[in-house]
């Protein structure tokens, strides 16, 4: 069965960083990819960053870029977001989700599936 469980959510101060982790169990990170995306209250899902299945390219969103990293380690079958710079405008509910289709379109989160529950980022000073 597939899973994903996020986790390292948190509050933090403009500026500061955090890291987020997205535990996937039932299948390979050389299978599918995986996506982050966030949504904040009131606003639509934001695909924000993805790393390919296989070879491991990475995307990230224009609003994200320099800031936050995607990376994964195939031996803990994880996948984490890096954050930095944290800006109250990254507030938000962040996601992690399945690319079975191996395009790592972010920006389309409806290519993704087995989304996991979520994990609230608060940026506040």
């Known amino acids: 069965q597939v899973r994903l469980v996020e986790s390292g959510g948190g509050s933090v101060q403009p500026g500061g960083s955090l890291r987020l982790s997205c535990a996937a169990s039932?299948?390979?990170?050389?299978?599918?990819?995986i996506g982050w995306f966030r949504q904040a209250p009131g606003k639509e899902r934001e695909g924000i960053s993805c790393v390919r299945r296989n070879d491991g390219s990475t995307y990230a969103a224009d609003s994200v870029r320099g800031r936050f990293t995607i990376s994964r380690d195939k031996t803990k079958n994880t996948v984490y977001l890096q954050m930095n710079s944290l800006k109250p405008a990254d507030t938000a509910v962040y996601y992690c989700?399945?690319?079975?289709?191996?395009?790592?379109?972010?920006?389309?989160?409806?290519?993704?599936?087995?989304w996991g529950q979520g994990t609230q980022v608060t940026v506040s000073s």
């Open positions: 039932g299948f390979s990170l050389d299978d599918y990819g």
């Open positions: 989700a399945v690319d079975r289709l191996g395009r790592c379109w972010y920006q389309q989160y409806k290519d993704f599936d087995s």
